[in-house]
């Protein structure tokens, strides 16, 4: 893997001590393949390895110009996004976890990404936020999806054929980790994506999706950056998405 690639990887905070305790799996992973990562916030700069600096608005939202310094995004886990955003009251989602300035910067990053064909990665609450980013909406609160505190939870997965998903992984049955408590169905999934892998024992419960009008967008409702925990074949995801960056 080559060091030329930058991706960017929104947070909810861009101090050294929140990114230590809650982005630091996501960076891992890309240091791991050689990539250089720069931690995209809605209350500090961002900070590109040439020394450029994007300063947040008040609203939390970089300029766009930065997506032409990076080769790819990762919208990464978190809270809750705010039902508002697609056309919902309050009927689960849990609003202690919101953040609208953190809202406003990842929607407004995904909608640009998108319409740039820039590769983009959305990892659990970033797989919910890159549906309503392309028009979709959100299931708010469904049972049995989320770990307890003092252990991590896992499922399996069925891949659906045809997709470049099941190309990528090359396996039909996948087993991840669990941790959400919101998730998407056919209902809420936006009209430009694709259904990639359904959940056991919810096969109604998109657990992936994907888009087949873009050079590489994936939304995965797992987390595979923390591979640590998790079998080899979700290496593979993060080395299509990192060749898709070239």
Not at 85 to 102: D, K, M, V
Not at 108 to 121: H, K, Y
């Amino acid at each position: 893997m080559t060091t030329a690639r930058v991706i960017g990887v929104t947070t909810k905070h861009g101090t050294p001590e929140w990114v230590q305790k809650n982005t630091i799996n996501y960076l891992n992973a890309l240091a791991a393949r050689g990539v250089t990562a720069v931690v995209l916030s809605p209350d500090a700069p961002a900070v590109l390895p040439d020394g450029a600096v994007y300063e947040p608005d008040a609203q939390g939202r970089l300029p766009k110009e930065i997506l032409t310094r990076l080769d790819g995004l990762i919208l990464s886990g978190g809270g809750d996004v705010h039902p508002r955003y697609f056309n919902q009251p309050l009927a689960g989602a849990e609003e202690e976890s919101i953040s609208l300035q953190r809202d406003e910067l990842e929607l407004t990053l995904a909608q640009q990404a998108l319409a740039a064909d820039l590769p983009l990665f959305g990892i659990c609450r970033g797989c919910q936020v890159l549906n309503v980013a392309a028009g979709g909406g959100m299931v708010q609160h469904l049972p049995g999806h989320r770990s307890p505190e003092d252990r991590t939870a896992m499922h399996d997965v069925d891949v659906i054929t045809g997709t470049r998903f099941r190309s990528i992984v090359g396996e039909r049955v996948v087993p991840v980790n669990t941790f959400h408590h919101q998730g998407i169905d056919l209902a809420t999934l936006a009209p430009a994506l694709v259904p990639a892998a359904t959940a056991q024992p919810d096969p109604w419960l998109l657990e992936a999706f994907e888009s087949a009008h873009h050079r590489w967008v994936l939304g995965v409702q797992w987390h595979p950056e923390r591979l640590f925990e998790l079998a080899g074949v979700h290496a593979r995801i993060w080395d299509s998405f990192l060749s898709a960056c070239l």
